[in-house]
């Protein structure tokens, strides 16, 4: 018999401090992908409860505009203080819903807690530029201002991490935020939301944000309504050719992170204990399930065959299973009967297509008819001869192709000639074609890396990528424009009124 989730989950969201009538009695079924099984019930908000959401966080804007940077800046601190004091709860919370490891979902609380530092120290350096400005006695500069109530629309794999990136800078700019996780994991997202709500609440704010957990008819709100002035949405392509027009058709701003279909060139003079160890995590990490998870590696024809060699051996040797059983467990349950398919018809398709199955691609026998309902699978590896149709789509799962090249001119085209580009990473020890591939005719992605994988960015950096991927970027470095309203100020200190460009009127 496996734990009763149902009874940890209860167990955790009390021990956070969630309101039982917020996860009971509704009419939708929280699963857990440990075991495919229900583990909780919750009402799920209406179209108007969204636009009431949406009121509250509009009404509650101009008092949180009004509050200096710093002291929003504090709120978050203490934001940050709780996550530590409730990590291991909020990360076991996650692995129950979306089924990564421990030690995955530690990081990914981990991950919350480092954004609310960097925002911490952002809320005090929310610079604007001065200008010289042409005319004497005069100066230009500009300010960055709140820009208003901001949607975060977050998916089931990063489920509390990316909404706490945008949450943390959004609100030391100032924002209102109203958040849609999703449906999968709404349990999560109350935690989160209690723990911000006792922060914000105790300093007299407790309006400044919402959580909806809704389904999409409900969250189509969120998108068309005008007060909502940036919506930031992780998820599907699909998802996000939706939402960019929609909301660009009443001039509101996005912020999109969608498909990623990522690549590492291996070049002969690498270091193959690091390849082998970056692309099995990469790849076969969080079960496939990051949006810059490793999903081709583009492998110089002198080494293909020895890291083909090494990487299938590595995969022989993943502990694949039930995390919170286990936790010398390093791949869990895929989180859908539906992302199971998936990878089975690209697999099909795959070989139909040209491709050798080195390893995995099977479903993983758990030990127990507890496990029935859920979907665990041996993460796979395939070689192609081509970049076809297949390779150039992206399954969420733990599936890897692997691509032979003969000059670096013929990966950089490959690791481009895809659809998205939000991760790229080259192993080589020569410096030259590490400039290469970061140079302005490299790789074509938001995240270039040389000699570590494509996934497990840190908060430091702007994260998000280009074509599909949505070109947004969110977190560190100065993603934090996107959530501010820019002014740009000219003042004259002199008694003249001299017009700019030598106008005489
Ligand atoms: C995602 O999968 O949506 O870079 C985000 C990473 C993590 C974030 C992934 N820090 O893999």
Request: glycine share 10%; net charge negative; with cysteine.
């Amino acid at each position: 018999m496996t734990t009763d989730h149902r009874a940890e989950a209860a167990r955790l969201l009390a021990l956070i401090g969630v309101d039982p009538s917020r996860t009971s009695g509704g009419d939708w079924t929280v699963t857990t992908p440990l075991t495919g099984r229900a583990m909780a019930g919750l009402p799920l908000a209406s179209p108007d409860d969204v636009r009431a959401a949406v009121a509250r966080v509009h009404a509650a804007f101009p008092a949180w505009a009004a509050v200096p940077a710093p002291v929003r800046g504090e709120l978050v601190r203490r934001f940050g203080d709780r996550l530590r004091e409730h990590k291991e709860a909020l990360a076991r919370l996650v692995t129950l819903e979306a089924g990564k490891i421990l030690s995955e979902a530690r990081g990914e609380v981990q991950e919350m807690i480092d954004i609310c530092d960097l925002a911490v120290g952002m809320s005090r350096q929310l610079y604007g530029r001065t200008m010289p400005s042409e005319r004497p006695g005069h100066r230009l500069m500009e300010t960055w201002h709140p820009l208003g109530p901001v949607a975060i629309i977050s998916s089931f794999n990063f489920p509390v991490a990316v909404w706490a990136w945008n949450t943390a800078v959004a609100l030391v700019c100032g924002d209102t935020i109203v958040w849609k996780p999703s449906e999968r994991t709404p349990l999560t997202a109350l935690a989160c939301d209690r723990l911000l709500a006792e922060v914000l609440t105790e300093a007299g704010h407790p309006d400044v944000h919402a959580t909806v957990v809704c389904e999409r008819e409900a969250a189509e709100v969120l998108l068309d309504d005008e007060r909502v002035m940036l919506v930031s949405a992780t998820g599907s392509t699909a998802m996000g050719r939706i939402v960019g027009p929609r909301v660009q058709q009443r001039f509101g701003r996005t912020i999109l992170e969608l498909g990623g279909n990522n690549a590492a060139i291996v070049a002969p003079s690498a270091d193959l204990d690091l390849v082998t160890r970056g692309a099995l995590f990469a790849a076969a990490g969080t079960a496939g399930q990051r949006c810059t998870t490793l999903r081709r590696l583009i492998v110089h024809e002198q080494v293909a065959d020895e890291v083909t060699d090494r990487l299938v051996a590595a995969y022989g040797r993943l502990r694949i299973g039930d995390p919170w059983e286990r936790e010398d467990v390093l791949v869990g349950p895929l989180v859908s009967h539906a992302a199971y398919d998936a990878m089975q018809r690209a697999l099909e398709r795959a070989a139909a297509e040209g491709g050798t199955r080195l390893v995995g691609g099977e479903r993983f026998a758990m030990p127990a008819p507890d496990y029935d309902e859920a979907r665990y699978v041996e993460p796979a590896i395939v070689a192609m001869t081509d970049q076809t149709d297949v390779v150039r789509e992206e399954t969420f799962a733990p599936l890897l192709y692997v691509l032979r090249y003969a000059d670096l001119d013929e990966a950089i085209a490959l690791n481009n000639a895809v659809p998205q580009g939000l991760a790229s990473s080259i192993f080589t020890r020569d410096v030259r074609e590490a400039e290469r591939f970061m140079g302005p005719l490299g790789s074509d992605c938001g995240i270039v890396n040389v000699n570590i994988g494509t996934s497990g960015a840190e908060i430091g950096g702007a994260f998000g990528g280009e074509k599909e991927t949505g070109g947004g970027r969110e977190s560190g470095s100065d993603a934090w424009k996107a959530y501010c309203r820019r002014a740009t100020n000219t003042i004259n200190g002199s008694d003249e009124l001299p017009l700019a460009q030598g106008v005489e009127f």
